[in-house]
Structures are given as C-alpha cells and as structure tokens.
C-alpha cells in the first residue's frame, strides 16, 4: 500500500544538525512532490519546505532559510530534510508529506518523527 | 502569506451534535482549501479537498463548503471517534498554510 516510513526519534544538543529521512513505497516516487512540516508540542502545524522529487526543485519558508536543505534519492525511493544549527525551539515532531498534485492536498502522511533539541 | 483563520479554537460537544467548524482565508483561494483531522499522537489525516470533495474512506458524516475566503467543515452527527483536533489548509499558494486548529472534546 502506499506510505511514506520515517526515520527514528532523534536527541540533539544546541548547534547540531539533524537528518530525518522519509521513505516512500506503494506509489511512482518522482510523480509526487514532498513536503515538510513539523508540530511543536502542544502547537498546530507548520509547513518548512517542498521538494519536487522529479527535478529536485526546492522551496524553503523563509523562517527556515538557511538552515533547512531538502534532498532526494530517487533510487531508494527516499526524501531527506536536514536541519542545522538547531535550537530548543526546534524540538517537534518532523512529518512528510506527500501532495497529490499542482495546488492538491496533502494525501500521505508519514507517521512523524520526534527530534528533542536539548543540552 | 496567506493567513488561515479558524474558529471556534476549540469546542465541547457530545456524541450525536452537529458541528461547524469555520476557516477564513486573508485572501480568496478559490476552492483550494483542505481539511485534515488530527488525533493525539497521530499524524494528519486528509478529509476533506478542494474545498468540498471528500477523500476516499471518509465517512460521509463529514462535509465541506464555501470558495472564495470562507469555508466550513461541517460534521452532521459526532461519533466517538470524531473527537480530535481539525486544522486548514489552503494549497492555492506557496507558502502552503495551516489554520490553528480546533479541538474537538467531549462535553
């Protein structure tokens, strides 16, 4: 069936980076572009970044510029949010997403992934 | 950026009410509005795009409208498992943007 798997809960220190990737299955990978939001503990959702997996186009919000890189691997089927120089206010649960198309919804929804930013 | 506006930002109800929930748009967005139903713990789900058609498993207690700037998620009669937290989204434009939310409880 089509799903989008994530990577595991990750433990940062202020400063660090983290990778959180995004696996997708069930579904022609470079068909569909993928999205990143996270959600704060307790807060709504916030959208960060988009990435046509086809060409490899990009879009950063611009509170995220400069620390968020989107990437793909076509091969595998997987796409990668990297985020840097991370601060408490950082700690949330990272989610993809995958859009149906030009101005469509956001269908699949991986199962989220915890990134807890503390000294 | 276009800013969603929900209301209300959370309300008690109970088993068998109907329910309205409301989002306005800062700036029409034609039909591209969507709505996602979230439970604790749990990732977004899809219910409801392009303002109105509902996505395919959803039960047909839930229904959407409007165009333009406003819209409504209208839920015909609650069920248990209905209570949870409902957000908007409009897709008309990048920066795609979430409403608030509105949490749903048990009165």
């Known amino acids: 069936q089509v799903q989008l798997v994530q990577s595991g809960a990750e433990v940062k220190k202020p400063g660090a980076s983290v990778k959180v990737s995004c696996r997708a299955s069930?579904?022609?990978?470079?068909?569909?572009?993928m999205h990143w939001a996270r959600q704060a503990p307790g807060q709504g959702l916030e959208w960060m970044a988009w990435?046509?997996?086809?060409?490899?186009?990009?879009y950063y919000l611009q509170n995220f510029q400069g620390r968020v890189t989107l990437t793909r691997d076509t091969s595998a089927s997987t796409a990668y949010m990297e985020l840097t120089s991370l601060r408490s206010e950082d700690t949330a649960v990272y989610y993809c997403?995958?859009?149906?198309?030009?101005?469509?919804?956001?269908?699949?929804w991986g199962q989220g992934t915890m990134v807890t930013v503390s000294s | 950026d276009i800013q969603m506006t929900q209301s209300p930002s959370s309300l008690s109800t109970s088993v068998g009410d109907r329910v309205t929930i409301t989002c306005r748009a800062s700036?029409?967005?034609?039909?591209?509005l969507n709505w996602y139903q979230q439970k604790p713990g749990k990732a977004p789900k899809l219910l409801i795009y392009g303002a109105s058609t509902l996505q395919s498993g959803v039960p047909s207690q839930f229904s959407g409208s409007g165009s333009g700037t406003d819209f409504t998620l209208t839920i015909s009669s609650l069920q248990p498992e209905d209570f949870a937290t409902y957000y908007c989204?409009?897709?008309?434009?990048?920066?795609?943007?979430f409403g608030q939310g509105t949490k749903l409880e048990i009165k």
């Open positions: 989204q409009q897709s008309y434009s990048t920066p795609p943007t």
């Open positions: 990435i046509n997996t086809g060409s490899s186009n990009t």
């Open positions: 069930g579904y022609t990978f470079t068909n569909y572009a």
């Open positions: 997403a995958r859009q149906v198309n030009y101005r469509g919804p956001l269908d699949i």
């Open positions: 700036q029409s967005i034609s039909t591209s």
